[in-house]
């Protein structure tokens, strides 16, 4: 009767162990966000926190997402393995640092569009060379393409786990799209996982002449070799500001392979794969 009662505890204890391991998260994800001055990426920061809450509940990692940067402090931080900024980026001089630390001691970030954004002079000056030079690659803003439109991407390191299971070309959401100080492709740091295709061209539709671009070499995802990290450029939707109703007019999440892209690479970055 003893080694029967035992040989039960021990059944009920590994089911316990079982049903413990399969709610407790695979990886955590702290996601930033301020939404608070442009329409077009107020509206991609609605959308993005229950995208990434549904792929949470599918993929089996917690998802969390503040406004409070103060947040961005080392004592936090310890407790998720991977860090987003959706729209901005910090600006106290203590919430770099914290993430700086946070990055060079083998923490992961994902980063979407406005995040890489610095011009100077303007609202978001390039003040923060670890960030825009060393570690995104970048640089300062240099243009963009206007309206927000679909673009044909080209992936450029099918080897990637990002990548992986993707077409040679995809085709992105709509965005309004970047191009940089920086010409990523001489940083031997930098690997460029997608770039806009030549069949993309004429990107986007102005009015004005210098928001459509006819040729040239756009990355738009990117990773630093020495980090734990993914930019992406997509994160503006496309508004109805002409019509001055401020309507959304497109997502970021329609198109099903960009998912796939930000998934994969979200994984790569929580250490697990699909």
Known sequence: MMRLKYILSCLAFLLYCGVYAQDKPLFKVLAFYTAKSDLAHISFVHEANPWFAAMASKYHFSYDSTNDWNRLNVNELAHYQVIVFLDTRPEAPAQRAAFQKYMEQG??????????????PSAYNQDWDWYHDYFLGSGQYASNTWRPTTAVLRVENAKHPATRGLPALISAAPNEWYRWEKDLRSNPDIDILLAVDSTSFPLGTGPKPHEIWHSG??????????????????????????????????????????????????????????
Request: charged letters at 10%.
């Open 107 to 120: 923490g992961a970030w994902m980063g979407f569009h406005f995040s890489a954004f610095a011009l100077t």
């Open 217 to 274: 070499y756009y990355p738009v995802v990117w990773t630093n070799k020495k980090f734990h990290m993914v930019y992406f450029n997509m994160g503006h939707n496309d508004m109805d500001y002409e019509g001055h109703t401020n309507r959304q007019l497109s997502s970021s999440f329609s198109s099903a392979r960009q998912n796939q892209l930000i998934i994969n690479a979200l994984l790569w970055l929580g250490g697990v794969s699909k």
